[in-house]
């Protein structure tokens, strides 16, 4: 097949796709006559361009108001690569390198814009299955060009497909306050970014001083179920007993009975004192009244601070974190009148109580089988969050300690979480996509040891194995 060329800044270009493409030649285009427009401009000296072009002789660009020219070479910088660099010598004019430099990345702007133009309908992209917030290129059953061939001062080069990414847009569903909160978003899908990478290549090597020519592109992403209609169940045949004894005395000097009263979010309560009790500086009062921030977890935000302080959440974190409360408060309806708290730690920076809800009182044996911390982030609506020194726990074998017995629970109650694709999962690829775009107004960056295949070099997996042998 012959291949036909288009004139594209005055560069020659031809690309070959998934499916056979043929550009045919335009040279009664804008294009054409803006190139010899330049040349003319160049060669008569009265008039500068409209608009930043390359023609094949030099690279001009108006920068900084001056029209500077820069004729381009590639030179070999060793044996696997080269470089595309100005035929004048540039190393003792500083504000001539400065200038070419921008007029390089004017041309690499122009190219991207040029192709992109040119083959704006005939790029396509299939995502890879169940589409999530940051949905993932399927580059098999997508179309767009893989190679494609440049002509620069009479030497032929290549553009060569080296990656494609997507990011996440959360422009305008990010604001915080609270009529953005509850209007500026539907949950029924987001916008992404998808870019398209080339590198440069000349006689089959790379041309390494420039940086990857990136095609930008917007597509809307519509989930499957949208988020405010995530199903939250509160099914005892989901939830994994402790097979912990909680009439024993070490269990029980941690803990009190009590009563559920409301629920602030996911991971606050209040709850109303059955008994009188001292757990190391707290002193438990019967018919009390105390706040429970939940140890092990982090829920989304709603808001944080006092009234005359307070912040709200962006739109898009605020709808996970009412399911996050939707959770709480589903919870707090079938098992409010009898929990126990425990593994009580003090009280943090608001003056709570810290510790854990257990429930599910068996009548026989009066003990209590679940832990809400554990079950919420087994749900999926919640990332785990660990204890800066909780390592030592393990290494100092404290057996008695929250942290030795219930981080392999919550280990495991992640990965399932995880690995089933569970609550926000099924709009996450991966726990670090939820730390970075769900967790707005505190940023949950502790949830990584309890994920098998995390980033952490130290995992609560690595102790469990420990614990076993």
Not at 250 to 276: C, P, Q, R, W
Not at 286 to 299: A, E, F, H, V
């Amino acid at each position: 097949m012959r291949k036909k060329y288009r004139k594209i800044l005055g560069f020659y270009a031809f690309a070959t796709l998934i499916t056979p493409l043929t550009i045919a030649t335009s040279c009664g285009s804008n294009i054409y006559k803006e190139t010899n427009k330049i040349k003319e401009t160049k060669k008569e000296n009265t008039e500068e361009p409209a608009k930043p072009l390359i023609n094949a002789e030099s690279l001009n660009y108006k920068v900084d108001n001056n029209l500077i020219s820069f004729p381009l070479v590639f030179k070999s910088l060793n044996s696997d690569s080269y470089i595309l660099t100005s035929s004048e010598d540039l190393s003792k004019n500083t504000f001539k390198r400065v200038q070419y430099n921008k007029a390089i990345n004017k041309m690499q702007d122009e190219i991207s814009r040029e192709i992109k133009s040119q083959f704006k309908d005939q790029i396509h992209f299939t995502f890879k299955q169940p589409v999530k917030t940051l949905s993932k290129v399927d580059e098999q059953n997508s179309k767009f060009p893989k190679d494609i061939n440049i002509q620069i001062f009479n030497d032929y080069a290549v553009l060569k497909f080296n990656s494609v990414r997507t990011q996440l847009v959360l422009d305008g569903i990010n604001i915080q306050d609270k009529e953005s909160q509850e209007s500026k978003w539907d949950s029924k899908g987001v916008k992404n970014k998808i870019f398209l990478n080339y590198s440069l290549y000349y006689k089959a090597k790379k041309v390494n001083n420039i940086i990857p020519f990136s095609l930008e592109f917007e597509k809307n992403i519509v989930y499957p179920t949208p988020v405010d209609a995530l199903k939250v169940d509160i099914d005892e045949n989901n939830f994994q007993s402790l097979n912990l004894d909680f009439n024993s005395k070490k269990l029980k000097d941690i803990s009190f009975k009590a009563s559920l009263v409301s629920v602030s979010d996911g991971d606050t309560f209040s709850v109303l004192a059955k008994e009188n009790k001292i757990i190391g500086n707290v002193n438990v009062e019967k018919g009390q009244t105390y706040k429970l921030r939940l140890r092990g977890i982090d829920t989304p935000e709603k808001g944080v601070g006092a009234k005359d302080g307070y912040k709200y959440s962006g739109a898009f974190e605020y709808h996970f974190a009412l399911k996050s409360t939707e959770f709480a408060e589903k919870f707090f309806n079938k098992y409010k009148d009898d929990v126990l708290i425990s593994f009580v730690d003090g009280k943090d920076t608001y003056n709570r109580t810290v510790g854990e809800i257990i429930f599910g009182k068996d009548e026989t044996t009066g003990n209590y089988k679940y832990s809400y911390s554990t079950e919420i982030v087994r749900a999926g609506l919640t990332l785990p969050l660990e204890d800066s020194t909780w390592s030592n726990a393990f290494i100092h074998n404290e057996e008695d300690s929250y942290i030795y017995i219930m981080y392999p629970k919550m280990s495991e109650a992640a990965n399932q979480a995880y690995q089933q694709q569970l609550g926000f999962f099924k709009y996450f690829n991966e726990p670090l996509e939820i730390s970075l775009y769900v967790y707005g107004l505190k940023r949950n960056s502790g949830y990584g040891p309890f994920y098998d295949d995390g980033v952490d070099e130290i995992k609560v997996k690595d102790f469990i194995s420990k614990k076993g042998d």
